[in-house]
Antibody
Framework: QVQLVQSGAEVRNPGASVTVSCKAF????????MHWVRQAPGQGLEWMGIIKPSGDWTSYAQKFQGRVTMTMDTSTNTHYMELTSLNFEDTAVYFC???????????????WGQGTLVTVSS | SSELTQDPAVSVALGQTVRITCQGD??????ATWFQQKPGQAPILVLYGENNRPSGIPDRFSASSSGNTASLTITGAQAEDEADYYCYSRGSSGNRWVFGGGTKVTVL
């Protein structure tokens, strides 16, 4: 069964950093790109970035450039997303989601992790 | 503002048909994908590609597209279809992907 299991909720002060993990089960880990998506309270989904399964290529949304780093560890089948210089507006649920595509014009995300709530509070 | 535009909310009577639309220039090049999200849950995939449903998604869900507009149709809406629906596609420029703002579907 393909499954993504994320790390637990985190609370950080403004200016701090947070790392969320996403452990993959049930599929060839290096066979799929991984996306990270976040959702602020009461808001829509926001795409943050993508990492290639080899770990040697990433693409980040312009909004997060310079603050986000996505990495992976093939020995533990785990992806990581680090967000630095946190501010109150970074309070959100962060999801990892496996990329699937037909390699031409269609991409979809399946499955998703259960989400990790990151709260930025002083 | 999002590169993909959705109506914020629609309502449908139980058993009737509702169509949700998603507009964006990137849809002229790439297919839209649709996700359903219920409160407190992670999104789930409901439609992808031209009109494909993952295992477990009822056939009352269907997709279509024309030009810069993609649509999700629920034919014979059920109470359990009440949720937020998001479209998703590759962006027009660069290696980035985008979500629509989401449409809240209420089943009356």
């Amino acid at each position: 069964q393909v499954q993504l299991v994320q790390s637990g909720a985190e609370v950080r002060n403004p200016g701090a950093s947070v790392t969320v993990s996403c452990k993959a089960f049930g599929y060839a880990f290096t066979g799929h790109y991984m996306h990270w998506v976040r959702q602020a309270p009461g808001q829509g989904l926001e795409w943050m970035g993508i990492i290639k399964p080899s770990g040697d290529w990433t693409s980040y949304a312009q909004k997060f450039q310079g603050r986000v780093t996505m990495t992976m560890d093939t020995s533990t089948n785990t992806h990581y997303m680090e967000l630095t210089s946190l501010n109150f507006e970074d309070t959100a649920v962060y999801f990892c989601a496996r990329d699937v595509s037909d390699s031409t014009s269609s991409w979809w995300l399946d499955p998703w992790g259960q989400g990790t709530l990151v709260t930025v509070s002083s | 503002s999002s590169e993909l535009t959705q109506d914020p909310a629609v309502s449908v009577a139980l058993g009737q048909t509702v169509r949700i639309t998603c507009q964006g220039d990137c849809l002229r090049s790439y297919s839209a994908t649709w996700f359903q999200q219920k409160p407190g849950q992670a999104p789930i995939l409901v439609l992808y590609g031209e009109n494909n449903r993952p295992s477990g998604i009822p056939d009352r869900f269907s997709a279509s597209s024309s030009g810069n507009t993609a649509s999700l149709t629920i034919t014979g809406a059920q109470a359990e279809d009440e949720a937020d629906y998001y479209c998703y596609s590759r962006g027009s420029s660069g290696n980035r992907w985008v979500f629509g703002g989401g449409t809240k579907v209420t089943v009356l």
